[in-house]
C-alpha cells in the first residue's frame, strides 16, 4: 500500500503534446506567453491497479507561474536560467496534507513538439521534477530529488536507465516507524537517510523555522501568528517560493495544539490571485511578483516577507498581558541570548538562562527549533490556564466561555470587554476542533498541553513531558539494486531529463495529437478555444476497456468512501458550528460539482440510504437540514444535467425520509424544499419512475391492477410531498394511469386519495401559490429557526468548477457557493387576494417600459464606495432638471469621481485626487463631498470646483462611516472605535461624540434631534444624545458584528452576523422583536415610510419583507431573485431598488392607493411589485446606490466599471 512507502510518486510535469496558453488558446503562441503544465511522466504508472493517481492539481500548483519557452537553456553566466528547488503542500478533499519536493529547470522541447507547432529549433521550455509522499519528511523529498536531478545531468552519467533507478527507490524505501527506526537507502553510491521523531513529542516537522524568524521580526511575528490564530485572511508574499511554503509551516506548527480549520494554500497559482478577494478565512501564499492592485483586499492580513512588513485595513486584536510580554520576551532570549543577558556575569549559577546563552553562540539548528516551539506552547499553556474545568460537552455548549472570561478577568485584573483577543480566539474553529479532539478521547494520550500545564503545577521541569531517545534507532538499510544490463563500465548519460517508455497505446495517443496540432499549422492558424479534454481524460483513453472499467470502478468506490466519511462528520458537527461553513459541506458540493460522470451525485445519494438503511432515525437539525438540502437539489440538478434518472429517483425517495421539527413540532421533510427543481414538472420522469417501481415491486404476483394501483399511490405520494398543484399531479398520474390500462374504477379511487393527500399536505403547509408555498414566517428567537423554502421556479443552472481543487476548498464559504444555488423570484407567504407579481400578470396587464444598462469606465481599482446624490443636492449644482441626478464613486485606486447620468457618453463629471488608500465611504451637501480612506484622514472637496477644501486628520484606523451635516458639519467614524464632529470652517475635531469598543462599521444620524447610532464589532448598537452630551442606551442583544443599521422616529433596526434582523424602541431602549428567517449574515436593513413596514436583505440572497401585525411582527413576502449577497436596499414612497453581490438588480413599485380600494384590507408590504430587472452579466459588485426618483440603480463592480442601470417609467 502506499502508505508504508516514504515517496508515493515521482512525477514529471511540463509541455506535453496539447499545448494550451493560460488563456485558452491552442498552439504555440510565441515566447513570453505561459503555457498551461501538464502531467508528462509518473512512477507508479498511470495504469497501475495498487495506486490511486496523483493530484489532478499538481501540474498546475508545481509550475504555479505556467510553463514558458525559451530560446535557450541553461546557461552558467545566468543566474535566471539556474534550476530552482522548492517545497510545496496541498491539501486533500479529505483535508490531510500531500507534501511534494520540486525542481524546476529548462528542458529543451521535444522534437515532435517542436516540428508540430512550429516551435523554433533549439528552444527550451520550463520542466519540473517532483516527489510526492504523504509524510512531511521535507529535508528526505529534497535530498534524493536533488541526488536523481544531478545524477541525470552529470557528465559521469548513472550505471542505471534513470528510470530503473527511480521506480527502485519509489517502491522499496519504506516509511520509519517514528522513533523507532532509522531508513538508509543510497542513490548510485550516495548514502541517504530519513527518520521520523516519536509520536509522543511534538508533530513531526522536517523544517527549519530559522525563515520565519529571520524574515519577520518579533513583534511582526506575533501579528502574523494572532492573526492566525483568530482565523484571517492572510496573504503572505515573497519572491521565493521556498519561502512561502516554509513559513506557512512553520506558522502552522507554532499552533501546536491547534490546527488551521481553513484553506490552506502555501503556494498559490499565478492564475489564481483572484481568489485572494474571497471572503472566507484563508491562508495563501502569492509570489510577490504577482499584481493585486486590481483586488479589493479588504481585511487581508498582508504579510510581505522580504520587508518584514504586516499590513491589513482590520485591526487585529493584541495578546493581552501578561501573556504577550511572556511571549516576546521568551522569543528574544532565543534569537538574542547576548543581548538579553548582556549585563548577566558570566557565572553559571544555574539558572534556567544559561540554556539561552549557550544556544546564541551555535548557529541555528534542531535544538533553535524546538526552543522555539517549546515557548509557543509555554504561552498556550500559560493563556489557557485552567480551561480544562470550563469544559461542559452538553448538548447547548461545549466550552463555558464567559465562566471562563471571568476567572481570567479575577486573576489577571483585567475587565472581561478587554480580552477581545482571547474572546475571539476561544470562539474559533481551531479551539472548538482542539475541543472535540479532546472529548473524544483523540488527544488525551498525547496531550502536550494538558501535560505540561499539569508538570508546570507540580513544579517539574517542562523538558519531562517529552520523550528522551534512550535507546539507539534501529537502522534500515536498504539495499542498491543489482547492475544494469548494458554490462560492466557501461554508463546512461542524458542531454535531457528522459521521458518514461510509453505503452503502444500512449505513443498513438501522443502521435494523433501531434499530428492534428501539424495539420492546423499546415494551413492558416486561428487561435481555438480551450480544449475540453483535460490530463485524465487522455490518459483514461489510452487504456483498454477492461482497464478503463477497472480503474473506473477504482474512481468510483474511492469517491464513494470520501463521501461515507463526509456524511458522518457533517452529522456529527456541533449545535454552534455551521454546517454551510463547514469542510465537509464545501467538499461534498464539490465532489458532487465536479464531477462530470456523476459519480459523487450518486455516491451521496447512495450514502445517505445506506445511512437509512442501517437504522438512522432521520431526524436533521436546522442547520443540517438547510444544508443536506442544497447538497440534494445541487446533485439533482447535475443528474438532470445528464438524464440520470436512477439517481434522482433515488433523491426524491431519501428526500422523503429525512425531516426536522418545526416551531410547531411538526416534521418538515426534506422534500417538501426540493419543489423549484423542474424535473418534477416533466411526464417522462414520473413514467421511468412508475416502470422502476413496477420491475422492482416484490409482490409481482398480485394482481395487475392491484400492482398498478399500489406503485401510482407511491407516485402521488411522493407528488404531495412535493407540493405539486392538486392540478399538475393528477395530470400526469392520470396519463400514466391511461398509458396502463387502469379502469375508470380505479382511476375513481385513486382520484379520491389523491384529493384526500392534497388536504392533508395544505393541513401542514397551507395553500399554495403555483409551484411555490411555505409557512408564515414569524419572527423568532433563534437565527435559525424558520428556512426559506420559497426557492426558483427554473432549474438551477449547473455551475463549473474552473479550478475544482481551490473553489472546493473556498466552497464551505457560503458567499461563493450561493452562485450554485440559482434562484429566481417567488411569490411566497401571498394572502389569498393579494396583488400577483409582475410575471403572473396577463400580458396586458404588463407596462411596456424602455430601459437602459451603461457601464462607466474610469476606475483602476475596484469600487469600494458608491454615493447617489438626492434631488435637493443637485438643485443647488446645475439647476432644477429631472434627468439631472449625480453618483460619487470611490476605489482602491484612491480616487473618488463624480458622475453625471445625464450626459451620455461623457458621464465622467469630475475626478478628486487625495487619498493614498482605498476609499471607504462617501457623503455630499449641497456644496461639498467628503470621503473617508483606509490612509485614517477624511478630505473634503468642493462640489463645483473639486477643488480640496480640508483634510481632517484624527482617526487611528481606517474610516469606515462619513456623514456630511448641516452647518458645515462632518461626522465620521473608524476602526478605532470612534465616532468624531468637525468643522469644516476651522479644520477641526469639535468633539469625540462616541466612542466604541471595537471598529464602527455602520453609523446613523438624525440632524433633527441629535440622536447618533452606531454600531460595529462589538454587537452593541450604541446611542448617544449629542445635543445632551449623554449615551441614551447600548443595546445588546446581537452575538455577532452588526453590518447595518436604520433609524425612523423612534424605531432603531439593526442586521447582524448572526442571522438575525431586531427592532429596537429608541425611547424604551429595548428590542421589540427578533427577526430571525434568514440563512446568513443580514447586510442592510430598510423601513419602509409608506406603509412602516421593515425590508431585510441577507448573504443567502433573500429580501424578507415584514410587517406589524396583531401577536408581532411577520414576513409577508419573500423575494429570491438575487442568488447573492443583498448589498444594498432603498425603499422611497412608491420605488424600491435592491442591489446584489453578483451584479443583479431589481426595481419594485408599490402603486398608490385609490379611494374606493380593496388595498388596504390587506398586507400593505405585499403590495411590493417587481416592475424590471435588467439582464444580469458576470462580475462581482462591491457596492450598490439606487435614485429612485430617477428610477436608476448604480452598482461598483471589483473590476473597477460601473455599470448604471436606468428604467424609464412612464407613471
Known amino acids: 500500500m502506499s502508505s508504508s512507502r516514504i515517496f508515493e510518486y515521482f512525477v514529471v510535469c511540463g509541455i506535453g503534446p496539447e499545448i494550451r496558453s493560460l488563456d485558452g488558446n491552442k498552439g504555440f503562441q510565441g515566447m513570453g506567453v505561459m503555457y498551461m503544465p501538464s502531467l508528462l511522466d509518473q512512477y507508479p504508472p498511470s495504469n497501475h491497479s495498487l495506486y490511486p493517481p496523483p493530484p489532478p492539481q499538481l501540474p498546475t500548483c508545481v509550475l504555479p507561474a505556467g510553463v514558458e519557452f525559451y530560446s535557450s537553456g541553461f546557461d552558467s553566466n545566468d543566474v535566471s536560467t539556474y534550476p530552482r528547488s522548492y517545497p510545496i503542500v496541498l491539501t486533500e478533499g479529505d483535508g490531510s496534507k500531500i507534501y511534494v519536493s520540486c525542481i524546476a529547470f529548462r528542458d529543451p522541447v521535444c522534437e515532435d513538439i517542436a516540428e508540430a507547432y512550429q516551435v523554433p529549433t533549439n528552444s527550451s521550455a520550463d520542466k519540473c521534477i517532483c516527489l510526492v509522499s504523504h509524510s512531511p519528511s521535507f529535508q528526505a523529498l529534497r535530498d534524493a530529488l536533488e541526488e536523481l536531478f544531478v545524477l541525470c545531468f552529470s557528465q559521469a552519467g548513472c550505471s542505471k536507465a534513470l528510470w530503473e533507478i527511480i521506480a527502485y527507490m519509489v517502491s522499496n524505501v519504506p516509511l520509519p516507524t517514528p522513533g523507532k527506526d532509522r531508513v538508509l537507502f543510497a542513490i548510485e553510491n550516495h548514502l541517504l537517510s530519513v527518520e521520523a521523531p516519536p509520536k509522543e513529542g511534538f508533530p513531526h516537522a522536517d523544517i527549519s523555522f530559522q525563515p520565519l524568524v529571520q524574515c519577520l521580526d518579533v513583534d511582526n511575528l506575533i501579528r502574523l501568528f494572532t492573526a492566525v490564530l483568530l482565523e484571517r485572511r492572510i496573504l503572505l508574499r515573497s519572491n521565493k517560493y521556498t519561502l512561502l511554503t516554509l513559513v506557512s509551516e512553520a506558522i502552522c506548527h507554532l499552533i501546536y495544539p491547534f490546527r488551521w480549520q481553513h484553506v490552506y494554500i502555501p503556494l498559490l497559482f499565478f492564475s489564481g490571485v483572484d481568489y485572494i478577494d474571497a471572503p472566507t478565512p484563508y491562508m495563501m501564499g502569492l509570489h510577490s511578483g504577482v499584481d493585486t492592485s486590481g483586488l479589493t483586499m479588504d481585511g487581508v492580513v498582508v504579510v510581505d516577507l522580504e520587508y518584514n512588513h504586516v499590513t491589513t485595513s482590520e485591526e487585529i486584536p493584541p495578546i493581552p498581558e501578561p501573556e504577550l510580554s511572556f511571549l516576546r520576551g521568551e522569543i528574544l532570549k532565543l534569537l538574542h541570548p547576548n543581548v538579553i543577558w548582556i549585563d548577566q556575569m558570566r557565572i553559571n549559577f544555574g539558572s534556567l538562562s544559561e540554556q539561552y546563552v549557550r544556544a546564541g553562540t551555535r548557529s541555528w539548528g534542531v535544538e533553535h527549533d524546538f526552543q522555539l516551539r517549546l515557548i509557543f506552547l509555554k504561552f498556550f499553556a500559560l493563556l489557557l490556564s485552567g480551561y480544562r474545568n470550563f469544559i461542559e460537552n452538553t448538548a447547548a455548549n461545549v466550552f463555558n466561555l464567559q465562566a471562563f472570561l471571568k476567572k481570567r478577568s479575577r486573576s489577571t485584573n483585567q475587565p472581561v470587554e478587554s480580552m477581545l483577543m482571547v474572546t475571539q480566539f476561544l470562539e474559533s474553529q481551531g479551539f472548538l476542533d482542539y475541543l472535540e479532539r479532546c472529548i473524544n478521547s483523540e488527544e488525551n494520550s498525547n496531550n502536550l498541553l494538558d501535560k505540561l500545564q499539569d508538570a508546570t503545577g507540580r513544579g517539574q521541569n517542562p523538558l519531562t513531558i517529552f520523550p528522551s531517545q534512550l535507546s539507539e534507532l534501529e537502522i534500515i538499510t536498504i539495499a542498491e539494486p543489482d547492475g544494469g544490463v548494458a554490462g560492466q563500465g557501461s554508463r546512461y548519460c542524458y542531454n535531457r531529463f528522459p521521458s518514461n517508455i510509453r505503452t503502444e497505446e500512449q505513443e498513438e495517443k501522443r502521435r494523433s495529437i501531434l499530428a492534428m496540432a501539424s495539420g492546423a499549422h499546415s494551413g492558416k492558424h486561428t487561435p481555438s478555444s480551450p480544449s475540453v479534454l483535460v490530463n485524465g481524460d487522455s490518459k483514461a483513453e489510452s487504456l483498454s476497456p477492461r482497464e478503463r472499467a477497472a480503474e473506473r470502478e477504482r474512481m468510483v468506490l474511492d469517491i464513494k468512501v470520501k463521501l461515507q466519511g463526509l456524511w458522518l462528520?457533517?452529522?456529527?458537527?456541533?449545535?454552534?458550528?455551521?454546517?454551510?461553513?463547514?469542510?465537509?459541506?464545501?467538499?461534498?458540493?464539490?465532489?458532487?460539482?465536479?464531477?462530470?460522470?456523476?459519480?459523487?451525485?450518486?455516491?451521496?445519494?447512495?450514502?445517505?440510504?445506506?445511512?437509512?438503511?442501517?437504522?438512522?432515525?432521520?431526524?436533521?437539525?436546522?442547520?443540517?437540514?438547510?444544508?443536506?438540502?442544497?447538497?440534494?437539489?445541487?446533485?439533482?440538478?447535475?443528474?438532470?444535467?445528464?438524464?440520470?434518472?436512477?439517481?434522482?429517483?433515488?433523491?426524491?425517495?431519501?428526500?422523503?425520509?429525512?425531516?426536522?421539527?418545526?416551531?410547531?413540532?411538526?416534521?418538515?421533510?426534506?422534500?417538501?424544499?426540493?419543489?423549484?427543481?423542474?424535473?418534477?414538472?416533466?411526464?417522462?420522469?414520473?413514467?421511468?419512475?412508475?416502470?422502476?417501481?413496477?420491475?422492482?415491486?416484490?409482490?409481482?404476483?398480485?394482481?395487475?391492477?392491484?400492482?398498478?394501483?399500489?406503485?401510482?399511490?407511491?407516485?402521488?405520494?411522493?407528488?404531495?410531498?412535493?407540493?405539486?398543484?392538486d392540478t399538475d399531479s393528477w395530470n400526469m398520474i392520470e396519463k400514466i394511469a391511461e398509458k396502463n390500462n387502469l379502469g375508470y374504477k380505479q382511476l375513481i379511487k385513486l382520484r379520491a386519495l389523491s384529493s384526500h393527500i392534497q388536504q392533508v399536505r395544505v393541513g401542514y403547509w397551507g395553500v399554495s401559490m403555483g409551484k411555490v408555498q411555505s409557512l408564515s414566517a414569524y419572527g423568532l428567537p433563534s437565527p435559525r429557526s424558520q428556512d426559506a423554502s420559497d426557492e426558483s421556479q427554473q432549474p438551477a443552472e449547473a455551475s463549473g468548477l474552473g479550478r475544482s481543487w481551490v473553489q472546493s476548498m473556498f466552497s464551505r464559504d457560503r458567499s461563493i457557493r450561493a452562485n450554485s444555488f440559482s434562484r429566481v423570484l417567488a411569490n411566497d407567504n401571498t394572502k389569498p387576494g393579494s396583488t400577483p407579481h409582475k410575471a403572473d400578470l396577463p400580458p396586458s396587464g404588463q407596462k411596456k417600459i424602455q430601459s437602459s444598462m451603461r457601464t462607466l469606465k474610469g476606475h483602476a481599482g475596484a469600487v469600494t464606495a458608491l454615493h447617489c446624490v438626492t434631488r435637493r443636492e443637485v438643485w443647488d449644482l446645475i439647476g432644477d432638471r429631472e434627468d439631472a441626478g449625480f453618483f460619487i464613486s470611490g476605489s482602491t485606486d484612491c480616487l473618488v469621481k463624480i458622475w453625471d447620468p445625464s450626459l451620455r457618453g461623457s458621464e465622467l463629471r469630475a475626478t478628486l485626487k487625495g487619498h493614498t488608500r482605498p476609499v471607504r465611504a462617501i457623503s455630499s451637501d449641497r456644496s461639498k463631498v467628503v470621503s473617508g480612506s483606509d490612509d485614517q484622514s477624511v478630505i473634503v472637496w468642493d462640489k463645483q470646483t473639486s477643488q480640496l477644501l480640508e483634510e481632517l486628520k484624527g482617526h487611528d484606523a481606517p474610516v469606515s462611516c462619513v456623514r456630511m451635516l448641516s452647518g458645515e458639519?462632518?461626522?465620521?467614524?473608524?476602526?478605532?472605535?470612534?465616532?468624531?464632529?468637525?468643522?469644516?470652517?476651522?479644520?477641526?475635531?469639535?468633539?469625540?461624540?462616541?466612542?466604541?469598543?471595537?471598529?464602527?462599521?455602520?453609523?446613523?444620524?438624525?440632524?433633527?434631534?441629535?440622536?447618533?447610532?452606531?454600531?460595529?464589532?462589538?454587537?452593541?448598537?450604541?446611542?448617544?444624545?449629542?445635543?445632551?452630551?449623554?449615551?441614551?442606551?447600548?443595546?445588546?442583544?446581537?452575538?455577532?458584528?452588526?453590518?447595518?443599521?436604520?433609524?425612523?422616529?423612534?424605531?432603531?433596526?439593526?442586521?447582524?452576523?448572526?442571522?438575525?434582523?431586531?427592532?429596537?424602541?429608541?425611547?424604551?431602549?429595548?428590542?421589540?422583536?427578533?427577526?430571525?428567517?434568514?440563512?446568513g449574515p443580514i447586510l442592510c436593513v430598510e423601513y419602509s415610510p409608506s406603509d412602516k413596514g421593515i425590508i431585510t436583505g441577507s448573504t443567502d440572497g433573500l429580501v424578507r419583507f415584514w410587517e406589524n401585525e396583531e401577536g408581532g411582527i411577520r414576513c409577508v413576502k419573500n423575494v429570491t431573485i438575487h442568488s447573492t449577497s443583498i448589498l444594498s436596499i432603498n425603499a422611497g414612497e412608491h420605488w424600491l431598488g435592491i442591489g446584489a453581490a453578483d451584479n443583479s438588480m431589481s426595481l419594485f413599485h408599490r402603486p398608490q392607493e385609490r379611494h374606493g380600494s380593496f388595498s388596504s384590507t390587506g398586507s400593505k408590504m405585499a403590495g411590493w411589485q417587481l416592475y424590471r430587472t435588467p439582464q444580469r452579466t458576470v462580475a462581482m459588485v462591491r457596492c450598490v446606490a439606487s435614485d429612485l426618483d430617477r428610477k436608476r440603480v448604480c452598482s461598483g463592480g471589483r473590476n473597477g466599471l460601473l455599470r448604471l442601470w436606468e428604467a424609464t417609467i412612464n407613471i
Open 969 to 1079: 458639519r462632518v461626522l465620521t467614524a473608524a476602526h478605532d472605535g470612534t465616532v468624531k464632529m468637525w468643522d469644516v470652517r476651522t479644520d477641526t475635531c469639535v468633539a469625540t461624540v462616541g466612542r466604541c469598543s471595537s471598529a464602527v462599521l455602520c453609523m446613523e444620524y438624525d440632524d433633527s434631534t441629535g440622536i447618533l447610532a452606531a454600531a460595529g464589532r462589538d454587537v452593541v448598537a450604541n446611542i448617544w444624545d449629542i445635543r445632551a452630551g449623554k449615551q441614551m442606551h447600548k443595546l445588546l442583544g446581537h452575538t455577532k458584528w452588526i453590518r447595518s443599521i436604520r433609524m425612523a422616529g423612534d424605531i432603531i433596526l439593526t442586521g447582524s452576523d448572526d442571522w438575525t434582523a431586531r427592532v429596537w424602541s429608541l425611547s424604551r431602549g429595548t428590542c421589540d422583536a427578533v427577526l430571525a428567517c434568514h440563512a
Open 569 to 725: 462528520r457533517l452529522l456529527r458537527l456541533g449545535a454552534t458550528e455551521d454546517p454551510l461553513s463547514s469542510f465537509e459541506y464545501g467538499t461534498i458540493l464539490a465532489l458532487i460539482e465536479s464531477d462530470a460522470e456523476g459519480i459523487g451525485g450518486s455516491g451521496f445519494v447512495e450514502c445517505i440510504r445506506e445511512h437509512i438503511h442501517a437504522g438512522w432515525q432521520c431526524r436533521l437539525t436546522d442547520e443540517q437540514f438547510i444544508a443536506v438540502k442544497e447538497l440534494l437539489k445541487t446533485a439533482i440538478n447535475r443528474a438532470t444535467s445528464r438524464n440520470d434518472m436512477s439517481t434522482i429517483r433515488d433523491a426524491l425517495e431519501v428526500s422523503a425520509e429525512m425531516y426536522r421539527k418545526d416551531s410547531n413540532n411538526v416534521p418538515d421533510y426534506v422534500q417538501h424544499h426540493l419543489l423549484s427543481l423542474s424535473i418534477w414538472d416533466e411526464l417522462r420522469f414520473w413514467d421511468g419512475y412508475f416502470e422502476y417501481l413496477m420491475e422492482r415491486s416484490s409482490n409481482k404476483l398480485a394482481n395487475y391492477v392491484t400492482l398498478v394501483t399500489a406503485q401510482l399511490i407511491i407516485i402521488t405520494t411522493h407528488m404531495t410531498g412535493l407540493g405539486l398543484s
